[in-house]
């Protein structure tokens, strides 16, 4: 039985991309390095599984293409062209960026060392400021979704697709009400609950659970299933630090923005990415002025769930 997603390596698209090898893939389609036949460069080429008929699935694909066209910053991989193939199945055309995931880096490493988690934080808060002011939400961050350049540390967030264009209206959100659209772990509760009125701070709420993840080695809630997790992001406080990493208990700074980021009501969030920049600065200098000395970071224990669709 073939795969349902067709191999593809050495397929030359709109004549300027040969597919080389297969680099991963998801639910929303298969990515492959790809070489430009005039230049000197390499691009990752997103194709979405072969037969895929489904237009929700098709929208949301065109969502990604149209979403990362727009953005242009240092903290975000962008789109450099989108087409279709001689089957007509839809690509993207994306910066390749070389290095490792964040849950790479952090089922590897385990939780990382305070100032190397506010300097990623910080870059992700940077990049997302970027979208936002686009007009685009995010909607599914996440450590798969960030990826940790190898030259140079830099943070890239990826995968837009499904984003939220706001001005596109009903036509720009691909969720029926009811049904929550993301990755059950990092979903913020009125994401959860599959409200139609979504806007940045599902981000923000995504980030604090990355933050809490990052300076503790843990998911803040453990579950045995989506349902149950549903339940702890709808109802459950978030777990003090001192209660999951007591080398971090000192730094109220840094577990008050956390906790702020995880609030369960949306207003009780920062309000932009732009203000998560600026306490992230203030954690830093606070951290910088005590003086605090490193501390051995613990084993990463991954209690996430995957699933891409889960009905709330």
């Not at 190397?116 to 995010?138: F, V």
């Not at 409200?195 to 701070?201: C, G, P």
Request: charged share 25%; with cysteine.
């Amino acid at each position: 039985m073939r795969d349902k997603h067709d191999r593809l390596e050495g397929t030359v698209l709109a004549g300027r991309f040969r597919l080389v090898r297969c680099l991963g893939q998801g639910a929303m389609g298969r990515v492959y390095l790809a070489h430009h036949l005039r230049l000197p460069r390499r691009y990752a080429i997103k194709i979405l599984p072969a037969g895929v008929a489904d237009r929700t699935v098709l929208q949301r694909f065109a969502n990604e293409a149209e979403a990362a066209s727009r953005l242009h910053h240092p903290n975000v991989a962008s789109v450099v062209d989108h087409g279709t193939t001689e089957r007509g199945v839809p690509y993207l055309v994306m910066e390749l960026c070389e290095g490792e995931t964040l849950t790479a880096k952090l089922e590897r490493n385990g939780a990382l060392p305070i100032a190397e988690a506010l300097d990623l934080l910080r870059q992700i808060a940077l990049g997302l400021d970027h979208a936002h002011g686009c007009g685009l939400i995010h909607r599914d961050l996440k450590p798969d979704n960030v990826m940790i350049e190898a030259d140079d540390g830099r943070a890239r967030i990826l995968d837009f697709g499904l984003a939220i264009l706001p001005e596109l209206g009903d036509a720009g959100r691909f969720t029926a009400r009811g049904v929550a659209i993301g990755s059950p772990a990092f979903m913020a509760p009125e994401q959860a609950r599959g409200d139609r009125t979504l806007d940045a701070r599902v981000d923000l709420f995504a980030l604090g659970v990355m933050m809490f993840v990052m300076v503790t080695g843990e998911m803040p809630f453990a579950a045995l299933d989506v349902p149950e997790l549903m339940r702890h992001i709808l109802s459950t406080p978030t777990p003090a630090f001192v209660d999951r990493a007591p080398r971090i208990a000192a730094m109220p700074d840094v577990e008050a923005l956390c906790h702020r980021l995880m609030a369960k009501d949306r207003n009780d969030r920062p309000a932009t990415a732009a203000e998560v920049v600026s306490l992230i600065d203030a954690a830093i200098a606070a951290i910088a002025a005590r003086k605090v000395a490193p501390a051995r970071p613990k084993r990463f224990a991954w209690f996430g769930l995957r699933t891409d669709v889960q009905p709330s």
